[in-house]
């Protein structure tokens, strides 16, 4: 079974940083496609940050500079650096996988809330 789970989430203050982390476990396939989202209270589920395999990475154009995706293989973990951190970065942070048969698992998230 299949399980992905964030953490690093929490309470910053405007300008600090966070580092999310995301690690997976049973996971016995080709991933494709990792990618961390995020959803504001009231608003939709969007986008972070992609990572696709022989691709590359992507970012929402609203975090590009702010934001880095990463992960280390060997410790089954996929990362979200997050600098600069402004209150309107406050939501849960969701990170998913999209398997080489393209099914896609999700994590439980992690808050994340920047006070001013």
């Known amino acids: 079974q299949v399980q992905l789970v964030e953490s690093g989430g929490g309470l910053v203050q405007a300008g600090g940083s966070l580092r999310l982390s995301c690690v997976a476990s049973?996971?016995?396939?080709?991933?494709?496609?990792i990618e961390w989202y995020r959803q504001a209270s009231g608003k939709q589920r969007e986008l972070v940050a992609q990572?696709?395999?022989?691709?590359?990475?992507n970012y929402a154009e609203s975090l590009k500079g702010r934001v880095t995706i990463s992960k280390d293989s060997a410790k089954n973990t996929a990362y979200l650096q997050m600098d600069s951190l402004e209150p309107e970065d406050t939501a849960v942070y969701y990170c998913s996988v999209t398997s080489s048969y393209g099914s896609v698992y999700w994590g439980q998230g992690t808050q994340v809330t920047v006070s001013t």
């Open positions: 049973g996971i016995t396939f080709s991933i494709n496609k």
């Open positions: 990572m696709i395999r022989n691709v590359g990475t």
